[in-house]
């Protein structure tokens, strides 16, 4: 029924920016929609997320003032703009949406909806 889209994932120098789109279809009825990312051989991890109607936004410390989410309401689309990227942001970036209305944001286990990841390679 929902289903999500990424793109905009590259190749690009450090300190370099690229900006991820995520189109969402259909209605998830969840608090916020999220972004996390997954290196080989690493666990997935919170990148940032945002609340869908206020627009309250969350960042992992790795990330905070180099990325911004944002989202566009006509376009039903979620952004990750993301600045002075380093080599450690390698990875692939999924976009992700809870089901209902959870208070938490920063673990997988509370999105219900993934779509099948972007990847994001920053060369040194």
């Known amino acids: 029924q929902v289903q999500l889209v990424e793109s905009g994932g590259g190749l690009v120098q450090a300190g370099g920016s690229l900006r991820l789109s995520c189109a969402a279809s259909?209605?998830?009825?969840?608090?916020?929609m999220g972004w996390f990312r997954q290196a080989p051989g690493k666990d997935r991890e919170f990148v940032a997320a945002?609340?869908?109607?206020?627009?309250?936004?969350d960042y992992a410390d790795s990330v905070k003032g180099r990325f911004t989410i944002s989202r566009d309401n006509a376009k039903n689309t979620v952004y990750l703009q993301m600045n002075s990227l380093k080599p450690e942001d390698t990875a692939v970036y999924y976009c992700?949406?809870?089901?209902?209305?959870?208070?938490?944001?920063?673990?997988?286990?509370?999105?219900?909806?993934w779509g099948q990841g972007t990847q994001v390679t920053v060369s040194s």
């Open positions: 992700a949406a809870q089901s209902r209305l959870y208070s938490g944001y920063s673990y997988p286990s509370e999105y219900a909806y």
């Open positions: 259909g209605r998830t009825f969840g608090s916020y």
């Open positions: 945002i609340r869908w109607v206020t627009s309250n936004t």
